[in-house]
């Protein structure tokens, strides 16, 4: 979301350091983990508007799989700038969703919470988060389609 | 909706349950939405494998710790409860005292009306006409008052007919105020 290892680990701690300070305002302890999701997304369009990033036309940082602490599965060079290469257009897809579509697909395949926990998360309907979903599946699918037979 | 054949409309309005268990039936079984489905399934699985996600630094928890040793930066959740708490209880105490105070120290009657004023007066002057009419005096004369000489009676001094011009059942302050 934030697309810089440094501005991510800022919101990372800010998020924990929000969360220990509002502890008390968590009414289900069950629910911890989509708290600390939500006060993270907060904290991530806090900083968008503080810094008045027009976070669309941004090109994305693309984190090597080495610096973003990642193993490649293959040790064949091909294969290894095959894989570099689908990275990078894996993080152009991601970055060319709106951000609206970004995070609850981010949400739902990365972090595979449900769709319920999602529209919690993002406080809007279940309903709008399906599509949003299903909007941002094809939304890939496309681009990486694209990429592909474009060879 | 008025695109759809009468009886899916039907369905939509009564709520058909046969017609309902052939529609999940064909979700089933239809090949084409199970294409879609395994579809979107392989996206998703795509991304799965191929996004790397960025590890944290290993000093990350040690720099949160850090931040929140620093002064002001951390707000324990009982301090939270034990300071701020009451400061705002007491504040809004003091808010509710002072409301309080100031609405039972306004004067929300607008005060007595003119007539108020008017029969509070003449109670209090027929009171002293219907004591002095039981006396049979005037209280203006002096009697009672001055024993000896008429000269030192102001009343008589100005003359008998300034005093007998005054009459007893009459309020003087009422043309007064009836003036204002």
């Known amino acids: 979301m934030v697309r810089s290892r440094e501005d991510a680990e800022d919101v990372t701690q800010d998020a924990f350091i929000q969360a220990f300070n509002n502890l008390l305002h968590l009414k289900d302890p069950g629910k911890f983990e989509q708290w600390l999701y939500r006060i993270a997304r907060n904290e991530v369009y806090q900083r968008f508007r503080k810094k008045k990033v027009q976070e669309v036309a941004l090109e994305p940082e693309f984190v090597p799989a080495e610096e973003a602490g990642g193993k490649r599965p293959t040790s064949n060079p091909e294969e290894e700038v095959l894989t570099v290469e689908l990275e990078r257009v894996i993080q152009r897809t991601l970055a060319e969703l709106p951000p609206k579509l970004r995070e609850v697909f981010i949400l739902s395949v990365l972090q595979e919470l449900s769709y319920k926990d999602i529209a919690d998360i993002v406080d809007r309907s279940l309903l709008s988060v399906k599509t949003d979903i299903y909007r941002a599946r094809v939304f890939a699918k496309e681009m990486i389609k694209r990429y592909l037979t474009q060879g | ?180």
Not at chain 2, 31 to 56: G, M, S, W, Y
Not at chain 2, 76 to 102: E, H
């Open chain 2, 1 to 180: 909706m008025n695109r759809l054949p009468l009886r899916y409309r039907l369905h939509f309005l009564v709520g058909d349950t046969r017609l309902g268990r052939s529609v999940f039936r064909h979700f089933e079984e239809s090949a084409d939405i199970r294409q879609l489905r395994q579809d979107e399934a392989d996206v998703d699985a795509f991304f799965r494998r191929h996004i790397r996600t960025a590890e944290p630094a290993t000093d990350m928890w040690p720099q949160i710790a850090r931040r929140l040793d620093e002064p002001g930066a951390r707000t324990l959740p009982f301090a939270a409860i034990l300071r701020p708490a009451p400061r705002t209880m007491l504040t809004a105490a003091a808010a509710v005292l002072l409301v309080t105070t100031l609405v039972l120290l306004t004067p929300w009657s607008p005060g007595p009306s003119r007539q108020e004023i008017l029969s509070a007066i003449d109670s209090r002057y027929q009171t002293i006409w219907a004591v002095d009419g039981a006396s049979q005096t005037n209280p203006f004369d002096g009697n009672g008052i001055l024993e000896s000489t008429a000269d030192e009676n102001p009343f008589q001094a100005a003359g008998g007919p300034a005093a007998a011009s005054l009459r007893l059942d009459e309020n003087p302050f009422r043309q007064l105020i009836q003036q204002d």
